[in-house]
């Protein structure tokens, strides 16, 4: 059974660019967290999406934004990129939403210049 | 406030040697407690998740221990293996995941 898989593992962006990260959950999983990861510090939660509606969301501004599609697939978009954002973005897939147990990605490491 | 704090930041032992980390907590109401190993640049994955009335459960040679009534957990690791340097993450669930910062453990041969 395939994990959960994010892409791309690895971007560098300027800043005031965007950046849309993807996320394919374990099949059969309709629950997908995005977690944010700064070096040396713990993990910061951004949104849970469960059956394509937003059933979370963590204090983050605006410029980040989730999605998710009718195959549980999922997107992340950070808008208007600052040089804090640089960050490993975790994807984490789960069968209900909430407090289930969570099976994470690898991660996607992005780097703003 | 919700919140979960894990000792020590980080801990240095040799191969071989057992070791033990700390999580305490003070999340209301608790439905479970969890443990994660994060390995450098990857994502975590699950050691043990831990019910209300669980005090102990073991994962090959991690055993993680739960005192509900002082709200603490620890994660003990037995003859310790290089493999098991990584940052260990204590998470307590009510309606939401409450995470700790993380204890970062290092193998040295």
């Known amino acids: 059974k395939a994990g959960v898989t994010q892409t791309p593992r690895y971007l560098i962006k300027t800043r005031g660019q965007q950046v849309t990260l993807s996320c394919s959950p374990i099949s059969g999983h309709r629950s997908v967290s995005w977690y944010q990861q700064t070096p040396g510090q713990g993990l910061q939660f951004l949104f849970e999406y469960f059956s394509e509606t937003q059933r979370n969301k963590g204090n983050f501004p605006g410029r980040f934004s989730g999605r998710q599609f009718s195959n549980s697939r999922s997107e992340m978009n950070v808008s208007t990129l600052e040089l804090g954002d640089s960050a490993l973005y975790l994807c984490?897939?789960?069968?209900?939403w909430g407090t289930g147990e969570l099976f994470f990605g690898e991660g996607s490491r992005l780097t703003v210049l | 406030k919700n919140q979960v704090e894990q000792s020590p930041q980080s801990l240095i032992i040799l191969e071989g040697k057992n070791c033990t980390l700390q999580c305490n907590y003070t999340v209301s109401p608790f439905s479970n407690l969890r443990w994660y190993k994060q390995d450098t640049g990857r994502g975590p994955v699950s050691l043990t998740i831990m019910t209300f009335s669980e005090n102990t459960k073991s994962n090959g040679r991690y055993t993680a221990t739960l005192d509900a009534d002082t709200k603490q957990s620890s994660l003990h690791i037995t003859a310790s293996q290089l493999s098991d340097s990584a940052s260990y993450i204590c998470v307590v669930s009510n309606y939401q995941l409450i995470w700790g910062a993380g204890t970062k453990l290092i193998i040295k041969p």
């Open positions: 984490a897939s789960g069968i209900g």
